[in-house]
């Protein structure tokens, strides 16, 4: 997916780029390979795979979920600013907080940033867990969002306490969606969300097989989790 193509289909589903949010993503790119060189950021760096796989990726939550009607969004282990920076382009008004466990890739996304000129940006360099703990980020956000992390048992552990009582929790999934949800039956329940929408669709060009889950936060999560950092990820809820 080139750049041309990038914005047409954008377009189709409903979202005109201007011209600064054009070269954002162009600047987001360039910034993105040439930090690479120096830290592993991701394994993608060609503009096709980086325009697809990575904004185009990023972007289809916007397709399901609209990102208009909230204010605060948090992005958990977002990397190198995936799946919250290329929503945050798109639609400029989102206050948004990304953690991270690794401080050269928070050194990168200030850096990115600033490049960008994405004022509302919010960076924390903490462990998911010590981060869902913290009073000043616990049940805060309208939208808690995360891709390709971790399984969604897991990973509801360190979404779910961050989302505000009335928030959601949306996850990005590929093609093993389905089975992460039944796996997650009982964390999802004992953390306070309920499905409220799932959606299958494939990425353009490549055809590859994507689900998107949004979960409405119900009830305030019990103050133990998420638990101590590793834990979730030994002995996830079952």
């Given at each position: ?5 990038f914005i047409e289909a954008l377009k189709d589903k409903g979202i005109e780029l201007s011209d600064k949010q054009v070269a954002q993503f162009k ?105 869902g703990q913290n009073v000043t980020y616990r049940e805060q956000f309208d939208v808690v969002t995360a891709r390709a992390v971790a399984r969604l ?86």
């Amino acid at each position: 997916m080139n750049e041309q193509q990038f914005i047409e289909a954008l377009k189709d589903k409903g979202i005109e780029l201007s011209d600064k949010q054009v070269a954002q993503f162009k600047k987001y790119f360039e910034v993105l390979v040439e930090w690479n060189e120096k830290m592993n950021l991701t394994a993608i760096t060609d503009l096709e795979g980086v325009y697809l796989k990575h904004f185009y990726d990023s972007i289809s939550a916007s397709f399901y979920f609209d990102f208009t009607q909230v204010t605060t969004v948090c992005d958990v282990g977002a990397g190198a600013g995936f799946p919250s920076i290329p929503i945050k382009i798109c639609f400029p008004h989102l206050q948004v907080t990304i953690v991270d466990s690794l401080n050269k890739r928070i050194t990168f996304l200030n850096h990115l940033s600033e490049t960008l000129q994405l004022d509302g940006m919010h960076f924390v360099h903490a462990r998911a867990e010590e981060f869902g703990q913290n009073v000043t980020y616990r049940e805060q956000f309208d939208v808690v969002t995360a891709r390709a992390v971790a399984r969604l048992s897991v990973l509801s552990e360190l979404c779910v306490p961050l989302a505000k009582q009335g928030g959601y929790f949306v996850a990005l999934k590929a093609a093993a969606g389905p089975e992460e949800l039944k796996d997650a039956k009982k964390a999802l329940n004992t953390l306070g969300v309920t499905l409220k929408e799932e959606y299958s669709f494939s990425l353009p060009v490549e055809e590859s097989e994507r689900t998107l889950y949004v979960f409405d936060k119900i009830k305030g999560t019990p103050k133990k989790y998420p638990r101590k950092p590793g834990v979730p990820n030994k002995t996830p809820i079952q």
